[in-house]
């Protein structure tokens, strides 16, 4: 049996392709032994809320876009921030980004929540990174 990285993984991202290219990155890097898949930052609120008395369910890691229709990654953390403790006091929050705008390394960077910011699609390399 392989041995993970982490027991799970969120990836909000509203482009399936990236997500997929994602999704199958972390897959063959045995990065996370459970990946979920959503394609709006609100489907990841639900998750999260539906999932609030079920620890075992909520992510250890959580891949969020930045740049999403509706609700895009920095109205995420603004709705995230409300969330209860007990959702917020696990997960690592790495925003993900097809850009390589300052402003947005920036704001990534300087939120508490956030634990890192890569380019997009993911790489080996990167996800060797996080600990």
């Known amino acids: 049996m392989p041995e993970y990285k982490y027991q799970s993984a969120l990836l909000i991202d509203d482009n399936e392709i990236d997500s997929f290219i994602n999704k199958k990155?972390?897959?063959?890097t045995n990065f996370s032994q459970t990946i979920v898949?959503?394609?709006s930052a609100i489907k990841g609120l639900e998750f999260l809320r539906e999932n609030k008395d079920n620890p075992e369910k909520l992510p250890d890691?959580?891949?969020?876009?930045?740049?999403?229709?509706?609700?895009?990654?920095?109205?995420?953390?603004?709705?995230?921030?409300?969330?209860?403790?007990?959702?917020k006091s696990k997960p690592k929050i790495i925003m993900l980004s097809s850009t390589?705008?300052?402003?947005?390394?920036?704001?990534?960077?300087?939120?508490?929540?956030?634990?890192k910011f890569l380019n997009k699609p993911l790489t080996e390399p990167a996800l060797a990174a996080i600990h």
Do not use: C, H, T, W
């Open 25 to 28: 990155l972390l897959q063959k």
């Open 37 to 39: 898949e959503v394609y």
């Open 61 to 87: 890691i959580i891949f969020l876009d930045i740049m999403m229709p509706v609700m895009d990654g920095f109205d995420f953390l603004d709705e995230y921030d409300k969330l209860p403790q007990e959702i």
């Open 100 to 115: 390589e705008s300052f402003k947005d390394l920036n704001r990534a960077n300087s939120n508490k929540y956030v634990y």
